[in-house]
């Protein structure tokens, strides 16, 4: 956890100790930065405001997503903007929550979020496979290839993406799809992750086109010709 306010990181972690986790705090940017220098945790709770750094959270998860694409990432922050919101999750955050909530929440989403990760340590020989044309989705390892090539999903994107290429042509809503991923957004954050999903895709394939918006009911998958 990466909190400037020393009450609430202990706070936090005290909870998390009680339920097994090992959990540390750090209050600012560069101590978080130096004690993930050698290696990364299984998840972080990031703060935006560190101190003297007030966008350092977002800085923070600028640079720990650009070393890990699957590393979870929540933020916890009492900044509750639609714009700060969008930009968290534009930058690659899973989950941002703000400080009003409760703690058996924060708590709820943590646990949904190892959940998730904790198909990367299966052996890759019982890996479940989904394909759908160019597509493949790994999801023991929660990984996604299109056209052969890796695209850097976090948790969230990937579980997006599955739910709707799980059944091609089907329109998901906004409710369905923040199920399939274990957050809870609103439109708009929901329209940003589209977005960032399918930039990524773009990097690969500037033709991709295989998420369609269905306007006022969802988004869908829909496969095109060969793909």
């Not at 998730?116 to 929660?142: H, N, Y």
Request: charged share 25%; aromatic share 6%; net charge negative.
């Amino acid at each position: 956890m990466v909190e400037d306010d020393a009450a609430i990181r202990e706070n936090y972690l005290a909870a998390l100790q009680r339920l097994g986790y090992r959990a540390r705090g750090y209050p600012d940017r560069p101590a978080a930065l130096a004690a993930f220098a050698s290696r990364l945790p299984d998840l972080v709770i990031i703060d935006i405001n560190l101190g003297a750094e007030v966008e350092g959270g977002f800085e923070l998860c600028r640079e720990l997503r650009a070393r890990s694409a699957q590393l979870p990432i929540i933020f916890l922050t009492a900044r509750e903007s639609e714009l700060d919101i969008v930009s968290g999750l534009r930058l690659g955050a899973d989950d941002y929550l703000t400080k009003r909530i409760g703690l058996e929440h924060l708590l709820a989403r943590v646990a949904a979020l190892l959940r998730r990760i904790e198909a990367l340590r299966l052996d890759v020989t019982t890996a479940q496979l989904l394909e759908r044309g160019s597509l493949a989705l790994d999801v023991d390892r929660l990984s996604a290839r299109w056209h052969g090539r890796e695209v850097p999903l976090t948790v969230t994107e990937f579980w997006v993406v599955h739910a709707l290429a799980q059944h091609p042509g089907h329109v998901r809503n906004r409710e369905q799809l923040m199920a399939a991923a274990s957050v809870v957004l609103d439109d708009s954050t929901v329209t940003s992750q589209i977005k960032r999903i399918r930039a990524k895709f773009a990097t690969i394939d500037d033709a991709f086109d295989c998420i369609e918006t269905v306007y006022g009911m969802g988004y869908r998958w829909a496969e095109k010709g060969g793909d």
